[in-house]
């Protein structure tokens, strides 16, 4: 990985000043977000929608099938890509389907945002993983990565039930 930075121009020190370091996380971040909160995401589904369990489920499969291939695909190309720019196509693969998911009410049509979402949540996280990998210290690098996402879930866990009470499950795509 370092190999490839260094062929591409980039010397490995770009990759350690501290604002960068954040940046990618903050983006590994917003790729796992939905991720980490999925049990909230598919009981309020299955609460506030009245979906049964399978079908509360398959939202929360649509969503981990695209991360994996969001992931998958970003990793192959992440060594000839430019990693803002697949940094902004995974935002916008995030943002716009889960925009879209506040005005659909037709269950496939959901099924297909929420893979599209989690396609652009899988290249955010192979983006910060390629990112964090090219500092001169990726493990501790990481290790910040999952206190902080695990921290976010905690967070999300405490915060989300009411915020779900008070204004339906929608409230998860803004």
């Given at each position: 990985?370092?190999?490839?930075?260094?062929?591409?121009?980039?010397?490995?020190?770009?990759?350690?000043?501290?604002?960068?370091?954040?940046?990618?996380?903050?983006?590994?971040?917003?790729?796992?977000?939905?991720?980490?909160?999925?049990?909230?995401?598919?009981?309020?589904?299955?609460?506030?929608?009245?979906?049964?369990?399978?079908?509360?489920?398959?939202?929360?499969?649509?969503?981990?099938?695209?991360?994996?291939?969001?992931?998958?695909?970003?990793?192959?190309?992440?060594?000839?890509?430019?990693?803002?720019?697949?940094?902004?196509?995974?935002?916008?693969?995030?943002?716009?389907?889960?925009?879209?998911?506040?005005?659909?009410?037709?269950?496939?049509?959901?099924?297909?945002?929420?893979?599209?979402?989690?396609?652009?949540?899988?290249?955010?996280?192979?983006?910060?993983?390629?990112?964090?990998?090219?500092?001169?210290?990726?493990?501790?690098?990481?290790?910040?990565?999952?206190?902080?996402?695990?921290?976010?879930?905690?967070?999300?866990?405490?915060?989300?039930p009411p915020l779900l009470e008070q204004n339906?499950?929608?409230?998860?795509?803004?």
């Open positions: 990985m370092a190999d490839a930075v260094l062929q591409s121009g980039l010397s490995q020190r770009h990759f350690d000043h501290p604002p960068i370091i954040a940046v990618m996380l903050v983006i590994g971040l917003a790729g796992a977000i939905s991720t980490v909160v999925l049990p909230l995401i598919v009981a309020s589904a299955a609460a506030q929608l009245d979906l049964s369990a399978t079908l509360a489920g398959a939202i929360a499969s649509a969503e981990m099938a695209g991360v994996a291939l969001g992931a998958f695909v970003a990793g192959l190309r992440i060594d000839r890509t430019n990693r803002a720019r697949l940094a902004q196509i995974g935002s916008c693969l995030v943002v716009f389907p889960n925009l879209s998911a506040l005005c659909v009410v037709a269950l496939p049509a959901l099924l297909a945002l929420r893979f599209v979402a989690g396609v652009g949540g899988g290249a955010l996280l192979a983006t910060m993983a390629a990112g964090v990998g090219a500092t001169s210290k990726p493990d501790r690098n990481f290790a910040v990565f999952v206190g902080a996402a695990f921290a976010c879930a905690g967070a999300s866990f405490a915060w989300l339906g499950v929608a409230a998860l795509f803004l």
